[in-house]
């Protein structure tokens, strides 16, 4: 008896110390692809995916999750009214924007609607995982190509 409480408390003090992901995106295989790359880390889980932002919400009112990596393009609104909303609603959840868009002038308006991490589909899948553990650290990130082309729309 006295074991299974042992084991079951470290099992739990595990399960706490992992990081909750969430996923946002209408193309199954960018869930797909998404979560099994974050789940290949020992401290990350994808908790939930979602394809729209009604479908998100419920998500992360079920999961509660850390980081919510959400794409900018949704069906019937935009991931950027999704981001705005999980600030205002949830603090503590990072969103992380993964999206086809590279042009910098979105990485700015997801920057001000609160997105801590820009990333575009186009670039490296580590960085997605270096974009997490940055913005679990109170930092933001700007993935490689977004920096470029963030560098060159402001000359």
Known sequence: MCTQKISNQVMDENI???TRVLIVDDHPIIQQGLTHLINQEDDMRVCGAAANVKSAVKQIEAHRPRVVIV???LPG???LRLIRYICQQWVD???IVVSSYDAAIYA???RHEGAMAYICKQDA???VVAA???VLNGQHYLSRTAS???ALWAR
């Open 16 to 18: 706490l110390s992992v």
């Open 108 to 110: 700015m308006l997801a």
């Open 125 to 127: 899948a580590e960085e």
């Open 93 to 95: 959840v990072r969103p």
């Open 71 to 73: 794409d900018l393009s």
């Open 132 to 134: 997490i553990r940055t």
């Open 77 to 79: 609104d935009s991931g």
């Open 148 to 150: 470029i082309e963030s």
